[in-house]
């Protein structure tokens, strides 16, 4: 071989050596998968979702079932107590009983019912049936009743108001009374009819619009043995 065709060959072979060797170290663009080969999960360049979120549960509301509050019944003693039968003015012959120290009868000629039950010293005739307050000696025998059974079976006497009645009330010994916060709603009635010759009960009057609560007077009341059941029970 001559000198000028032996240079132009190994010219050759080194430019196809290089070129050669160029296409063994190209690797593919970032994010191209090699032409033929499926792409392989998590490799360099693959951008991989997150995986989803936690479901996220509801928030439930719990609502307590609404508890009464305890039953608060505390004692008093009242030096001369009344039972008045309070006639409202106006033509109805509607009565409320109140209860009060005598000498606060005077309060009857200028308060209305509402602004007279609001006072302290003024109460109203209670209508429940309770038991009696921890530590009474024979709880079982005895209820908490209303105080008009006390009331004196003397001839009622005129009210300072000139409308109204009252009667003395004859409290047991030792003279102890019970008052017990209570719903007005109970005492939307008034007690109707001749006052001087009895009353019913009538449910359809609101007798205290705009009073939420009212103080309401008991008295400790014996239970005969005919009121109680086979079992033991009060009957009511």
């Not at 039953?71 to 039972?83: A, E, F, G, Q, T």
């Not at 009667?167 to 916060?181: E, I």
Request: hydrophobic residues 35%; aromatic residues 6%.
């Amino acid at each position: 071989m001559k000198p000028l065709q032996y240079s132009l060959a190994l010219s050759l072979a080194l430019s196809l050596l290089a070129t050669s060797a160029r296409a063994q170290t190209r690797r593919p663009a970032p994010g191209k998968p090699v032409p033929g080969k499926a792409a392989s999960k998590g490799r360099p360049g693959t951008k991989v979702p997150p995986p989803p979120p936690a479901p996220i549960e509801a928030a439930k509301r719990i609502e307590a079932e609404d508890e009464k509050p305890p039953l608060v019944i505390n004692r008093i003693k009242i030096k001369d107590p009344v039972l008045v039968f309070y006639q409202q003015a106006g033509p109805t012959n509607a009565v409320q009983q109140l209860l009060m120290d005598e000498k606060s009868l005077g309060l009857l000629k200028t308060m209305p019912l509402e602004e007279l039950v609001a006072r302290r010293e003024v109460f109203i005739d209670g209508l429940g049936n309770y038991d009696p307050p921890k530590g009474t000696a024979d709880a079982q025998k005895y209820r908490l009743a209303g105080v008009s059974l006390l009331a004196n079976s003397e001839k009622r006497k005129a009210a300072p108001d000139g409308r109204s009645t009252y009667a003395r009330l004859k409290v047991p010994s030792p003279g102890d009374l019970y008052v017990v916060r209570e719903s007005a709603e109970e005492y939307r009635h008034f007690v109707s009819g001749p006052q001087k010759k009895g009353s019913r009960i009538d449910f359809s009057v609101n007798g205290l619009p705009g009073v939420d609560s009212v103080r309401a007077v008991y008295t400790l009341r014996k239970i005969d043995t005919s009121e109680r059941g086979t079992s033991g029970d009060v009957i009511r």
